[in-house]
C-alpha cells in the first residue's frame, strides 16, 4: 500500500510571495488532514477534509491560507502572501473512517517551507 | 480545554534504559489516545495508542500506562535502543461537536549506545 505522498519537499520562498503545497492520500481515505508543524512543537491542525467536504478549518488562517479537496482525492494548500512566521513544515495526513480504528492518521513526509 | 501537555522536552538514557514520557490532558471527551515517533525529516508515525477504558497497553517494547481520574498517560520504552532516538509526541483525539486531535510539544529522546 503507498503511503501519502507530498510535494514539494523543500520550498525556500520570500516573505509575500505565494506557494502552494500538493498532497495525495491513500487510497480510498476519506478524511485528509493539514498540519503545521514548527521547529521544537508538535503539528498543528490546519484543516480537516471528510471527501471533499470542510470538517475542521477552525485554527486556518483564512486571509492568507486557502485549501482545497480535488474530487474527494487529492488536496492543495495555498498560501499568499507568505510571512515568515509562514516558516514550518506542513504535513498531509489521512485516515479511513470506515476502518475500526478511524483516528489512526498516517502522514506524509512533510513539505518544509523557509519564507525569507 | 483542548491543550496536551508533554514532558520533558528532552531525554538522554544509556541503551537499555527505559525512558518515560508523560503527558496530561484536560478534556474529558477525549477517548482516543496515541503516541507517535517522528524521525527527522520524516512525517510522525503512529506507535502505539489506548483508549480510556484500560490502564494499561503494551506492545513489544512499548507501554502506555494510563489514569484517567488524574487525566494522565505515559509512554514506557523498555530495553531503549539507540535506533529509538527519535522525537516522540502524545496525542488526545476525540471531543464534542466531531473529532479532533490535539498533539503535545514533543519529547526528543537521545538512546546513547
Known amino acids: 500500500e503507498a503511503g501519502v505522498a507530498q510535494s514539494p519537499r523543500y520550498k525556500i520562498i520570500e516573505k509575500r510571495q505565494s506557494v502552494a503545497f500538493w498532497c495525495n492520500p491513500i487510497?480510498?481515505?476519506?478524511?485528509l488532514y493539514w498540519y503545521q508543524q514548527i521547529l521544537g512543537q508538535g503539528p498543528k491542525l490546519l484543516i480537516q477534509?471528510?471527501?471533499?467536504?470542510?470538517?475542521?478549518d477552525s485554527q486556518l488562517p483564512k486571509d492568507r491560507f486557502s485549501a482545497e479537496r480535488l474530487k474527494g482525492v487529492d488536496s492543495t494548500l495555498k498560501i499568499q502572501p507568505a510571512k515568515l512566521e509562514d516558516s514550518a513544515v506542513y504535513l498531509c495526513?489521512?485516515?479511513?473512517?470506515?476502518?475500526?480504528?478511524?483516528?489512526?492518521?498516517?502522514f506524509g513526509p512533510g513539505t518544509r517551507l523557509t519564507v525569507t | 480545554q483542548q491543550q496536551v501537555k508533554q514532558s520533558p522536552q528532552s531525554l538522554i538514557v544509556q541503551k537499555g534504559g527505559i525512558p518515560i514520557i508523560n503527558c496530561a490532558y484536560e478534556n474529558t471527551a477525549f477517548d482516543y489516545f496515541p503516541w507517535y515517533q517522528q524521525f527527522p525529516g520524516k512525517g510522525p508515525a503512529l506507535l502505539i495508542a489506548?483508549?480510556?477504558?484500560?490502564s494499561e497497553k503494551k506492545e513489544g517494547r512499548f507501554t502506555i500506562s494510563f489514569n484517567k481520574s488524574a487525566k494522565q498517560f505515559s509512554l514506557h520504552i523498555m530495553d531503549s535502543q539507540p535506533g529509538d532516538s527519535a522525537t516522540y509526541f502524545c496525542a488526545a483525539s476525540g471531543g464534542t461537536g466531531g473529532f479532533k486531535t490535539i498533539f503535545g510539544a514533543g519529547t526528543r529522546l537521545f538512546v546513547k549506545a
Open positions: 477534509f471528510q471527501n471533499n467536504g470542510v470538517v475542521d
Open positions: 495526513a489521512s485516515s479511513d473512517p470506515g476502518q475500526g480504528n478511524s483516528y489512526e492518521q498516517y
Open positions: 489506548i483508549r480510556p477504558d484500560v
Open positions: 487510497s480510498g481515505h476519506a478524511t
